[in-house]
């Protein structure tokens, strides 16, 4: 092969290799997610009575004003906390306003310690119409928690918050007000709200290493530049959306692990879904389940096949379920 040569052959070994690659992504991803449960996910269970009940379906019409979702992963010691701070703030609520219904959606994504005991130990103090427990035969993700907890709500207004209460509970009245700001400006009922912790960056970046400020900066550069722009904090577990605005998202939802967020923003914004942001109030909390380096590393190549999948038609977006 003369020098000539090489860089011919060179870019056709490319192109060939791009194909390939192109057909294995494209013949081995699911068009649109199919959204599977055991036949024991299907039910939560009343703990006084210890029958089992079904959950319903987030297609069904509304039966209360908000559904609070609560992804945990072995979270037996950090959950108390934030329960408490939710359900004190519920209860509030209710008792300002009689009109006021709640439920919360304690969901165990395969856990190997208590959470679930300690879950139901809240559904037994409160009632399972309340407070309610869906238990993973085996670990699927957070954005496999969040979005099957979706799915067996009730409410008309759908909140993800993290169990390890690092968000402040009460921000939810922050939220809402915004939710129902775009919801009468826009004149739609499909809306989601994002807490957001960017106005706490540079606090952050002053106690973190510059590694990992740098990883942070160049996660945040790679959403912007490939699925998700306009939001400056993506990935807090604080998110408020309309039944609406919930069938349309996540029934398209592929993305189970951290990354789930961004592909949630991206379809959002790809269906015209309105979308803001407001600051709430964040605190670290110790025992986080991220694994600082290699899962950053798993964020970016999700984003990478996120951008990818959706070009290349392998992902596709189905009308929105209004």
Known sequence: MTKSEWPQRFLKFLSIFYLQFVVVIYMTSERHPVICRSETEEYFVDPVSSTKKRFPSLSAPAELQLSVIVPAYNEQERLPKMMDECLDYLEARRKESEHFQYEVIVVDDGS????????????????????RVLTFEKNRGKGGAVRLGMMSSRGEHLLFADADGASSFPDYSKVEMKMRKICDSNKTNEAIVCGSRAHLQDEAVATRSLFRTLLMH?????????????????????????RQAARSTFSNLHVERWAFDVELLYIAQTLGIPIGEVAINWKEIDGSKMVPVWSWLQMGRDLLLIRFRYLIGAWQLKEKEL
């Open 112 to 131: 190997s310690d208590k959470t679930t005991e300690v879950a139901l130990k809240y559904s037994h103090k409160f009632g399972t119409d309340k407070v």
């Open 218 to 242: 160049g996660f945040h550069f790679m959403v912007w530049l490939l699925c998700v722009r306009g939001i400056r904090d993506t990935q807090c577990g604080f998110k408020l959306l309309t």
